[in-house]
């Protein structure tokens, strides 16, 4: 499993934007979020096999994006993402989401394969993170496409603070790869502010050849495009008002 990698983390947290970036340099081939429609008994088995490039196992879209932009590429990866649900009792370690997504499967797999690299994309603001999963949800928009200028939602409290919590142990569970020296963890709002820098970092972590590689483009397209999150958060001051009572407005990972 040569010159392998995953991007890992939470959904909404700008992962393909960050894949797309690591793909523009020649070298490096990013495939989608694989491991979204394998059935999970056979999560693991696919994920080795993709990453050994044999792709015949994985869903038909990513196959048809295999073929329109895999060129037997040095360096290989796809996207493996794990949910912050809100169903889960006495603690996010027993949401039946994270068992279907195999999180804890893949972290001792990552801690065992030791060809494997992770780069791990957090996102720090949790009140964005929300609006973007509920508008996302509420749009069927994903991937770049702008949100219609509208577009206003309403995010239910309760269930927002249990989202917050499966975030944070998810993202805790994920970062403990760290000891293994094979991981490198990303900020969504550094890679959003400075893009070709964070690119060139991840790339520079995976061994790319950085001599002559163009700029990246300067900014994410972003899919929101109001001035505030107030502006599109019909109940913005009171889950606001929540998360800091509870400190958690900004990630505490």
């Not at 096999?49 to 329109?68: T, Y």
């Not at 370690?93 to 030791?114: C, G, K, N, V």
Request: aromatic letters at 10%; hydrophobic letters at 40%.
């Amino acid at each position: 499993m040569a010159n392998a990698f995953i991007v890992i983390g939470t959904q909404r947290t700008g992962s393909s934007a960050l894949a797309i970036a690591l793909a523009k340099h020649p070298d490096v081939f990013a495939g989608w979020e694989w491991m979204l429609d394998i059935p999970v008994w056979k999560k693991l088995a696919v994920a080795q096999e993709g990453l050994e490039r044999s792709f015949v196992n994985l869903v038909e879209a990513d196959r048809k994006h295999i073929e329109a932009e895999y060129r037997r590429q040095r360096f290989i990866g796809f996207r493996w993402l794990f949910r912050s649900s809100a169903k889960w009792v006495l603690h996010p370690r027993f949401s039946p989401a994270l068992a279907i997504d195999r999180l804890e499967t893949f972290i001792d797999w990552a801690r065992r394969e030791d060809s494997l690299k992770v780069i791990h994309i957090v996102r720090n603001d949790n009140v964005a993170w929300l609006q973007s999963k509920e508008m996302s949800r509420s749009s069927g928009l994903y991937i770049g496409k702008e949100y219609p200028k509208e577009l206003r939602v309403e995010i239910d409290v309760r269930e927002a603070l249990k989202r917050i919590r499966s975030k944070n142990w998810v993202d805790a569970r994920l970062g403990s790869l760290e000891g293994t020296g094979r991981y490198l963890r990303v900020r969504f709002e550094d890679f959003a502010r400075n893009n070709d820098q964070v690119a060139r970092d991840a790339l520079g972590f995976l061994g790319c050849d950085l001599d002559g590689l163009p700029s990246f483009d300067a900014s994410i397209r972003r899919q929101n495009r109001s001035r505030s999150d107030g502006d599109t958060v019909l109940n913005y001051e009171p889950l606001r008002i929540a998360l800091a009572e509870r400190n958690l407005l900004l990630s505490s990972f």
